[in-house]
C-alpha cells in the first residue's frame, strides 16, 4: 500500500503561484507513475499533470505553461508548481499513485484563487 499526503494549499489572488507538495509512505522509485488532479465543486476529477518513473510528465491542457511537476525520489515526494493561477484553477488537488496495478490517492489540499 501507499499513503500519500498533500501539503501546501491554500488562498492566492489571480497571477499568483503556490507550490503543491506530496509525501510517499514508501519509496518512489517502485511507483510507476505519480500525478495530481483536481476537482472543482459540481465537476469531474481532471488530470493537472502526472511524471512517471522515468521523469517523462504529461500535463492538461488548461494547465500547460503554467505548472510543472517534479519529483524529488531521496524525498519520495513529488511537487506542483503553479504559477499565472486563474479563479478557474480553484478545487480540491489531488495527488495519485499507481503502484502494482492500484491506485492510491491522498486526501487532498484545497487550492483557491481570487480574483
Known amino acids: 500500500q501507499v499513503q500519500l499526503v498533500e501539503s501546501g494549499g491554500g488562498l492566492v489572488l489571480t497571477g499568483g503561484s503556490l507550490s503543491l507538495s506530496c509525501a510517499a509512505s514508501?519509496?518512489?522509485?517502485?511507483?510507476?507513475?505519480m500525478g495530481w488532479y483536481r476537482q472543482a465543486p459540481g465537476k469531474q476529477r481532471q488530470l493537472v499533470a502526472s511524471?512517471?518513473?522515468?521523469?517523462?510528465?504529461n500535463y492538461g491542457d488548461s494547465v500547460k505553461g503554467r505548472f510543472a511537476v517534479s519529483r524529488d525520489n531521496a524525498e519520495n515526494t513529488i511537487y506542483l508548481q503553479m504559477n499565472s493561477l486563474k479563479p478557474e484553477d480553484t478545487a480540491v488537488y489531488y495527488c495519485?499513485?499507481?503502484?502494482?496495478?492500484?491506485?492510491?490517492w491522498g486526501q487532498g489540499t484545497q487550492v483557491t484563487v481570487s480574483s
Open positions: 495519485k499513485a499507481m503502484y502494482r496495478g492500484y491506485a492510491y
Open positions: 514508501r519509496t518512489i522509485f517502485s511507483i510507476n507513475t
Open positions: 511524471i512517471s518513473s522515468g521523469g517523462s510528465t
